[in-house]
């Protein structure tokens, strides 16, 4: 079973950066497209980003540049470089297989955007 943690969460005024990582347990990482998501109070969990097992990147209009995901095979992270951060960037951010399958959510990393 796949074991997603997230973390570099935290409180960051607007316009400013944040860089999440995911590290995920288990040797089938590599041959995964994998996605970065996000839920804010109050609303669904919504797709952010993605990254094929080659590097290919797709991403939300809402966060399109502004957001850079990247991934390192060789340490099972990925991460998810954000700049410009505006207040409703503000959720709880998470990692997880694109599209999902039945990998379990981690606990997910909290960024707080406010002055």
């Known amino acids: 079973q796949v074991q997603l943690v997230e973390s570099g969460g935290g409180l960051v005024q607007p316009g400013g950066s944040l860089r999440l990582s995911c590290v995920a347990s288990g040797s089938i990482f590599s041959i995964n497209a994998m996605g970065w998501y996000r839920q804010a109070p109050g609303k669904q969990r919504e797709w952010v980003a993605r990254i094929t097992s080659g590097g290919l990147t797709n991403y939300a209009d809402s966060v399109k540049g502004r957001f850079t995901i990247s991934r390192d095979n060789a340490k099972n992270t990925v991460y998810l470089q954000m700049n410009s951060l505006k207040p409703e960037d503000t959720a709880v951010y998470y990692c997880?297989?694109?599209?999902?399958?039945?990998?379990?959510w981690g606990q997910g990393t909290q960024v707080t955007v406010s002055s």
């Open positions: 997880n297989a694109f599209p999902r399958n039945n990998w379990p």
